[in-house]
């Protein structure tokens, strides 16, 4: 990963948490980390426990962020939230897999969209 790359996915974990929370989302985590990888983002709403993985571009030259959400990353996810839940005390909330994608579009500006729901366990 280059350090332009992490900035822009650093900036873009920045302004999703601001809309989250502009949304009155709970954060519980924020980059958790376990042996099978990082959530960008562990919040609640309801009574769901959300994982949230957020990826931003500043361009959709090569497509739109969510289309980097491929089939071995939503299974990697479904075992970090696993591993998640074997630690936290939420055992019996519902689990939804959330992304937000954003695409950079000035220097004080970005296009962001919320993508409820976008996988279960074992698509």
Same mark, same amino acid.
């Given at each position: 990963?280059?350090?332009?790359? &992490?900035? +822009? @996915?650093?900036? @873009?974990?920045?302004?999703?948490?601001? /809309? !989250?929370?502009?949304? #009155? *989302?709970?954060? !519980?985590? #924020? &980059?958790?980390?376990?042996?099978?990888?990082?959530? =960008?983002? *562990?919040?609640?709403? $309801? $009574?769901? !426990? %959300?994982? +949230?993985?957020?990826?931003?571009?500043?361009?959709?030259?090569? @497509?739109?962020?969510?289309?980097? *959400?491929?089939?071995?990353? #939503?299974?990697? /996810?479904?075992?970090?939230?696993? &591993? /998640?839940?074997?630690?936290?005390?939420?055992?019996?909330?519902?689990?939804?897999? =959330?992304?937000?994608?954003?695409? *950079?579009?000035?220097?004080?500006?970005?296009? !962001?969209?919320?993508?409820? $729901? %976008?996988?279960?366990? @074992? $698509?």
């Amino acid at each position: 990963m280059t350090k332009e790359t &992490n900035q +822009i @996915g650093i900036m @873009g974990e920045e302004v999703a948490v601001k /809309y !989250l929370q502009h949304e #009155r *989302i709970e954060i !519980l985590k #924020r &980059n958790w980390r376990c042996s099978s990888g990082e959530a =960008d983002i *562990i919040a609640q709403e $309801d $009574d769901n !426990l %959300v994982f +949230i993985e957020v990826k931003t571009r500043r361009s959709i030259e090569t @497509g739109f962020p969510e289309e980097a *959400i491929t089939k071995a990353k #939503r299974h990697r /996810y479904e075992i970090i939230a696993a &591993n /998640y839940l074997s630690q936290a005390e939420h055992p019996s909330m519902r689990v939804r897999f =959330d992304v937000i994608s954003i695409i *950079i579009t000035g220097e004080q500006r970005a296009f !962001l969209k919320h993508h409820r $729901d %976008v996988f279960c366990c @074992g $698509d």
